[in-house]
């Protein structure tokens, strides 16, 4: 059975990414920007007060800050926080009484986010690197953990869901989008670096996606698919197509 080189999964992750925060203008496996965000159901109001460079290289998969209920003076964790953009809507949530956290391992968005956090005037906004499979952060420092399209980027889920568990304090939520399929694919794409590095490899079954947030400690686990979102690559798509990959958001509580 064919393996995933995952020193290679991670070259090509931080590849790609690297590009959407340099050149967000040039063709990607997935949609970009202003127009996505809107589209996924990003409130304009919020946007208004998002960095413009920021909504330009943002690239999510669905929306979840219904599901994630940010109040203020929570500490909210961005997994693979990318762009900010995510963190920055979470920064308007929390107010300036509460503190966000991402967390990335492409040097090129650490570096962007971190310039538009200092210009827009987001003091309570940090970017750290590091990996979500194991997170720099001490047990029970945050109240909500959020991600946008990036947990199917891991090659080990389990460690992910662990982590964003060990990290929330009692009574934390879970509140992520991502990608999942329908059939399981089979080894000659799941082991294709590639392809995860686009978003389409490491598409967990869904029901296996949720059994790992369940046995991580989460519970009232709840799934809804975002029917507005869609890839645009021709191979992207036969894949959805076949396999039914599909954009999911799911929030969920601390066990």
């Not at 194991?134 to 199917?152: A, K, M, Q």
């Not at 999942?180 to 029901?207: R, T, V």
């Amino acid at each position: 059975m064919a393996q995933l080189d995952v020193d290679r999964l991670e070259r090509q992750i931080k590849s790609v990414y690297r590009d959407v925060a340099e050149t967000p203008d040039e063709e990607f496996h997935f949609q970009m920007g202003r127009p996505l965000a809107l589209n996924l159901g990003y409130d304009p109001d919020d946007l208004r007060y998002v960095p413009e460079a920021a909504i330009d290289s943002f690239a999510g998969v669905g929306y979840h800050f219904d599901l994630a209920d940010i109040q203020p003076r929570q500490h909210v964790l961005d997994l693979g926080s990318g762009s900010g953009m995510d963190s920055f809507v979470a920064a308007l949530h929390t107010t300036e009484t509460g503190r966000v956290t991402g967390v990335d391992i492409t040097t090129e968005q650490l570096e962007n986010a971190r310039k538009l956090a200092k210009e827009g005037l987001f003091h309570n906004v940090t970017f750290r690197r590091g990996y979500i499979e194991d997170l720099p952060f001490e047990d029970d420092s945050f109240d909500v953990v959020i991600s946008n399209g990036v947990i199917n980027l891991s090659a080990d889920k389990d460690a992910v869901f662990a982590e964003a568990n060990r990290v929330l304090r009692d009574g934390g939520r879970l509140a992520i989008s991502d990608i999942i399929s329908e059939e399981q694919m089979p080894e000659s794409i799941k082991s294709d670096a590639d392809l995860w590095a686009a978003c389409i490899g490491g598409a967990m079954q869904i029901d296996r996606y949720t059994e790992l947030v369940e046995r991580a400690g989460f519970e009232n686990v709840e799934v809804r698919e975002n029917t507005q979102y869609e890839f645009i690559s021709e191979s992207a798509a036969n894949a959805c197509q076949k396999y039914g990959v599909k954009s999911i958001s799911l929030g969920a509580d601390r066990a």
